[in-house]
Structures are given as C-alpha cells and as structure tokens.
C-alpha cells in the first residue's frame, strides 16, 4: 500500500533563506506526488504535482520540487523563503484514476524568523 | 469560479446530537473527498465519491458518521450522535477527471466542529 513519510514535524528558517522540506513515498509503480499547503484556517492549496516526464517540477509561489525515484523522493525546495511562506506542508502520493485516492503525510509546519 | 463551498464554517453541538456538514463541489468535477483534519491523527480520508458514487468509504470511523451525494452538486456527512472526539476541522474537496490520473483536489475552507 502506498504511504508517505514528512520527517520532519516542524522547521524553522530565516526569511531570505533556502528551504527544503523531505518528503519519502512508498508505492509499488510509477507514483502521482503533490506538495500542498495550509494557512492557518484555511483548506489546503495545491503547490505542484509530478506524474512523468520532467523530474524537477515548477510550482506556484517560486517552489519547486524534484523527484527521485532512487530514493523514493519528493523533496520541495525554495530559494529564498519569504514570512508568508509560514504554513504547514503536506506532502501526498495518490493512485488509480477516476475515483482518485490521494494519501497525505503528517505535514511539517514551516516558521519562518525575520 | 467560486471554488468549493462548506458550511456551516463553524458548528458547536452538545453530545448526542445530529450534526450535518455540506458541501458543494466545483461544478464539473466528478469526484468528491470529505476528510477529517486533527492534531493527533492529521489528515484522514473518511469517504469519497465519483460520480457521485461512494467508492471508498473504508475511512468512516463508525456507524455514527454517514455520507451523500444526492447530485452532482451536493454532498452532506452526517454524524449521529456526535461525541466529543469527533471535534475536529472536516475538509471537503473536489476534483475533474483528469485522463492521466494525476488529480488535483481542491480543498473548502472547511467546517470547525466543536462536540461538547
């Protein structure tokens, strides 16, 4: 059964900093990963995918992401985090098509410092 | 578009009683995801639709909890009786279906349950 592991509960940065959240899937074929985010009091909003081809894939709001089948990861990254960036991070592999089944990770919360 | 619609956004309930939450998905999309979000268990996937079917429903903790989709437009998760330890945020979201499988979903602001 397919599964996703966030390492880290929480994390702390310095606004101007790089970023880079850990994600690790387990799924036995080629897998459907997404990044998500969640302000405060709000659903979660969708930050990127990755399905096939390139394995380095471009979101919204400067993050990115790269795929590593090798070592079944999902890593998001951010050059320069900025203070609203402060939010938790879910990271989620998902399976079938149709009636899609989407598993999320536990989240890592982000706090940025100024 | 108005993206998807929750309410109440907010519900406070004594234990015992019934409580309903709603839901109205992005018109056209043909799946629907309700999910519980706490700080102990994080995100759960209690039941989600397709085509207004119930396809998996194998999260619903218990009896106690129930789930609809009567149309493609609405959806409801009822809950009787409520108890306190189903306080939590319940998310409900929608997506198209997409040919590659790779769904995005789409999240409502959620509705805040308080079972005292």
């Known amino acids: 059964a397919q599964s996703v592991t966030q390492p880290d509960i929480h994390i702390t940065v310095s606004e101007g900093a790089s970023l880079e959240l850990r994600c690790n899937y387990s799924?036995?074929?080629?897998?459907?990963l997404f990044w998500y985010v969640q302000s405060p009091g709000q659903g979660l909003q969708l930050l990127l995918k990755?399905?096939?081809?390139?394995?380095l894939v471009q979101g919204i709001k400067g993050f990115e992401a790269e795929f590593k089948r090798s070592q079944s990861s999902f890593n998001l990254r951010k050059p320069s985090v900025h203070w609203s960036d402060a939010a938790e991070y879910f990271c989620?592999?998902?399976?079938?098509?149709?009636?899609?089944?989407?598993?999320f990770g536990a989240g890592t919360r982000l706090f940025v410092k100024a | 578009d108005a993206g998807v619609i929750q309410s109440p956004r907010h519900e406070v309930t004594e234990m015992g009683q019934e409580v309903t939450l709603r839901c109205k998905p992005i018109?056209?999309?043909?799946?629907l995801f309700w999910y519980r979000q706490t700080m102990m268990r994080g995100l759960e996937l209690l039941i989600y639709?397709?085509?207004?079917?119930?396809?998996?429903d194998s999260g619903m903790p218990e009896d106690r909890f129930s789930a609809k989709m009567p149309n493609a437009s609405f959806s409801t998760l009822k809950i009787q009786p409520s108890e306190p330890r189903d306080s939590a945020v319940y998310f409900c979201?929608?997506?198209?279906?997409?040919?590659?499988?790779?769904?995005?979903?789409?999240f409502g602001p959620g509705t805040r349950l308080t079972v005292l």
């Open positions: 979201a929608s997506s198209p279906d997409s040919p590659s499988g790779a769904d995005t979903q789409y």
């Open positions: 799924y036995g074929a080629t897998p459907y």
């Open positions: 989620a592999v998902g399976a079938g098509t149709g009636g899609f089944k989407t598993i």
């Open positions: 018109s056209g999309h043909n799946s």
């Open positions: 990755y399905f096939s081809g390139d394995t």
């Open positions: 639709f397709n085509n207004n079917v119930p396809i998996d």
